[in-house]
């Protein structure tokens, strides 16, 4: 055959031709496990099925029962392993009225006993079998937008016709089980078997006991889960199963053993059985076809999620099959192949036109270089080219002993091209053919699905980023990094979140926390936690408030969903800090030593559980060096270990670590997370302050004297600092209006608040009122005020007001370069709160 059978008139036809021959050259016995299995294989290639299956009525007659398969998985299109025969199901429905059902997406939307698909929209055909013994339905499923077509269904229909009911067990003329069978009771674990299953086991008839445990004990353990999967009924659906296992012999290395079976229902009093054969596997390999190895690609395309995985599934199932010397898969977009995997990676394997293209991990093939390989694509059918046919080098050089070209059709275009080549002459048989094209079709629509999850995934991605910090500060004294991975195992946001919060005087806050669930709801209350946390933080509550206000705010918003949170508040010039944990995990320092501690100490409820939950403050002490990390469980919780496990792995990574580059020390911690589940991670190395602040603070009593009171406090402190005279004026004068105004047009509780750092000095009133001062327009000459903010704004380099917690805080910061200022960065006493008269 030159060439691949075109997708036209004369194409149809010779597939018909062609699944005529492949039913006469089957040699199964009619009616047995492995014929009924070939059949839904053959439907898979000739009618261009994705998914076949058998039904037959159970034993108590009540119930279809899927007793075969083929292909991808069923769920993705939502099919049930039972059917209730009176039902309106497409398999009882065309085994009651013997006429085939062939419906498209609409019709099967409005079934009534229809379930949600995961797949797109596809078409399915269930058909009676005519075969000898009757009683079983044949169901296919298409995800070709035309369907299955007149050719596809007459293969339907030839196969069908060969579709016998198989019979519950092999056994002889006499009743027993034939040498080969097996027969086992789930219920008991008792066994019928063969002698032929007997001798592979090596155990004689006389020395077995019917006990399955008895044959579960001579298998290699390591594949001993893997078979107790089969052999147990609650991690089964009835249907097909097949695997390879070893059995240990007394001498010599173990014996490979193939196990074909498929699971019975039982009624009226009679047990679910599993019934099948079991054979030496060196003899059965010889048996494993094209035609299976295309079922193998599409079970591995099922579960492939991206663009990688299904190319990387496509090379692992052609490859060594095919014999070939090189492959490649690759996406089309615009007049460039992008590829995707190369096999093998190295450059020097490729044509030079390829090489000249390797901008990046692989090249990008331009098309409009290979003409010869444009035309395939266009006309969307496989192209093979035996050793010494005329090609554009950059084509030859793949394949010179031989060249196929599989263009992969996705939904309404072309998605991409696999190039498999061979170096010495390579002959192309039937069913290698078949086997490619089969294989283009699924590889085709993978791709296309796995393009799509790429590019949902990456805009999850991208709105998850979008409700992070998009930098951290810069931090006095100490230096963050943070790090969020998304989930892998989906499309939906995740609800972690980090946030590193400056606070005045030197303090900052490192929050993190993790909502409950993965889901659009989640990362929203994520995004309305993070902004409630940054506002109570920065009114300036200690951490157990900012924890407590979260939490009451979390209770109002009457959602289903909790929240955990670890907050941490660090002095960045005592070195000292206080922490709140609310369900959440323990921070974990690193000293300088190189040793790792996590505080042991109480923490409160999650956020959104009790409204009046407590939240206790529990201080750290941070030594110049110390590390000091906090993480969600995304890192540190597996289904393997479970969380403290996780916490001593996460602290020993973190002990290991050099902390003098943080960004690197994030990278390494987040090498082996888990991506079922998305994981945010905060590290705050602390250094201390190269020159700490000197600090003075007055409380101004309401007295007539009060503003004499609070410009004699500072003079003495200015004199204190070795500020000059000449330098205090601008100071005296702010402070004079500040404090002015707060007595004026406020009540209660006055501070003032002095600190000198670096030639600046910033003079801070706080009040109790949250109005924030105004300043004026315009001025008359007949105004008795409002030129106090004209006086500060003048003498200031800036000023401003912040809310703060039970009112306002309005400050200056007056600039005293030019003047012979003392160093600040000498450690002085950091004095509390002064009272009294001066």
């Known amino acids: 055959m030159a060439d691949v059978v075109s997708e036209g008139a004369a194409g149809r036809g010779a597939r018909t031709l062609r699944a005529e021959a492949a039913l006469t050259s089957l040699t199964d016995e009619p009616g047995s496990p492995q014929r009924l299995h070939h059949l839904l294989e053959l439907t898979l290639v000739f009618a261009g099925a994705t998914f076949a299956a058998v039904y037959i009525p159970a034993e108590d007659d009540d119930l279809l029962c899927l007793i075969e398969s083929a292909g991808v998985p069923r769920t993705l299109y939502g099919l049930r392993d039972t059917y209730a025969r009176s039902g309106r199901s497409p398999v009882a429905t065309a085994l009651r009225d013997g006429q085939p059902v062939v419906l498209g997406p609409g019709e099967l939307a409005a079934c009534p006993e229809s379930r949600r698909a995961l797949s797109p929209e596809f078409h399915l055909a269930a058909l009676p079998a005519h075969g000898d013994g009757g009683g079983a339905c044949l169901l296919a499923v298409s995800e070709d937008t035309a369907g299955f077509g007149t050719e596809g269904r007459k293969c339907l229909e030839l196969i069908a ?27 008991t ?46 991690h089964m659906s009835i249907g097909d199963r097949e695997l ?81 010397d090189r492959i490649a898969l690759a996406e089309l977009e615009g007049d460039r192949l992008v590829v995707t995997v190369l096999d093998p990676p190295e450059p020097e394997d490729w044509p030079e036109l390829w090489r000249l293209e390797w901008r990046s991990e692989w090249p990008d093939a331009p098309v409009r270089a290979m003409p010869t390989l444009a035309a395939a694509l266009r006309e969307g059918r496989a192209q093979i080219w035996p050793a010494g046919t005329a090609l554009e080098p950059a084509l030859a050089e793949v394949g010179p002993g031989g060249l196929a070209v599989l263009p992969l059709p996705g939904v309404g275009r072309m998605a991409g091209a696999c190039l498999i080549g061979w170096d010495t ?7 290698e053919r078949a086997l490619l094209t089969a294989s283009a079709g699924l590889a085709g629509q993978a791709l296309m699905r796995a393009h799509a999850f790429d590019a949902e995934h990456e805009l999850v991605g991208m709105l998850q980023r979008q409700l992070l910090p998009r930098r951290l500060p810069e931090l006095p004294g100490a230096v963050a990094v943070a790090r969020y991975l998304p989930s892998t195992a989906g499309l939906e946001l995740g609800g972690d979140w980090y946030d590193v919060i400056p606070l005045p005087d030197n303090h900052v806050a490192l929050v993190i926390g993790d909502v409950q669930g993965h889901s659009a709801a989640a990362a929203t209350l994520m995004g309305q936690m993070r902004t409630a ?48 944990r609310a369900g959440h995990l323990p921070p974990v320092l690193r000293h300088p030593d190189g040793s790792t501690e996590i505080p042991e100490a109480d923490g409160g409820p999650p956020l ?92 101004v009593w309401r007295v007539p004297q009060a503003v004499g009171q609070a410009r004699r406090f500072t003079r003495r402190t200015l004199r204190a600092w070795g500020i000059p005279a000449d330098a205090m004026d601008a100071v005296l004068l702010v402070v004079s209006e500040l404090v002015t105004n707060a007595l004026v047009h406020t009540d209660g509780r006055v501070r003032l608040d002095l600190t000198l750092v670096n030639h600046r000095m910033r003079v801070a009133v706080t009040d109790s009122s949250a109005r924030t001062p105004v300043k004026p ?23 401003g007001t912040v809310p703060v917690s039970g009112g306002k805080q309005v400050w200056s910061e007056i600039s005293l370069e030019g003047y012979d200022v003392a160093p600040t960065g000498v450690p002085g006493a950091h004095n509390p709160e002064q009272r009294g008269m001066p």
């Not at 009679?270 to 494993?288: E, F, I, M, N, W």
Request: one cysteine or more; a negative charge; hydrophobic letters at 45%.
């Open 161 to 187: 016709g060969a579709v016998v009911r198989p019979a519950p067990a092999e056994r002889t003329e006499g009743g027993d089980l034939a040498a080969g069978a097996f027969s086992l009771a789930m219920d």
């Open 189 to 234: 674990g008792r066994v019928e078997v063969g002698d032929e299953i007997l001798e592979l086991f090596g155990i004689g008839a006389d020395a077995f006991d019917g006990k399955v445990e008895t044959l579960l004990g001579l298998t290699v353990p390591e594949d001993l889960p893997s078979l107790m999967s089969v052999v147990e009924a609650d």
């Open 244 to 324: 390879e296992f070893r059995v240990l012999q007394p001498t010599g290395p173990p014996r490979w053993l193939r196990l074909r079976g498929r699971l019975l229902p039982g009624g009226d009093g009679r047990p679910v059985r599993l019934v099948g054969t079991v054979g030496d596997a060196t003899t059965l390999r010889s048996d494993v076809t094209d035609v299976a190895r295309v079922q193998r690609l599409a079970a591995a395309l099922a579960i492939a999620g991206t663009v990688r995985d299904v190319s990387h599934a496509v090379v692992a199932a052609l490859r060594a099959p095919l014999r070939a």
């Open 608 to 699: 959104g559980v009790v409204r009046q939950g407590e939240f206790p403050m529990s201080p750290l002490r941070l030594q110049s060096g110390t590390v000091l990390a906090l993480t969600t469980d995304g890192l540190v919780e597996s289904h393997e270990a479970d969380i403290d496990e996780g916490m001593n792995r996460f602290a020993h990574g973190l002990a290991v670590s050099d902390p003098g580059h943080l960004g690197l020390v994030a990278d390494a911690l987040l090498g082996n997370a888990r991506r079922s589940d998305d994981v945010a991670l905060l590290l705050l190395r602390y250094d201390g302050m190269a020159s700490r602040p000197q600090r003075e603070a007055w409380t």
């Open 777 to 799: 327009t315009s001025i008359g000459w007949e105004a008795t005020g409002g030129r106090g903010i004209l006086l500060v704004e003048a003498m200031s380099a800036t000023w």
């Open 533 to 580: 946390l940054r506002a109570y933080a920065v009114e300036g509550h200690p951490p157990d408030v900012v924890v407590s206000h979260a939490n009451r705010l979390l209770m109002d918003l009457e959602t289903d969903l909790f929240a955990t949170c670890a907050y941490v508040d660090v002095d960045l010039e005592e070195g000292s800090a206080w922490y709140v």
């Open 425 to 431: 002459p390579h002959d192309f048989g039937t069913d």
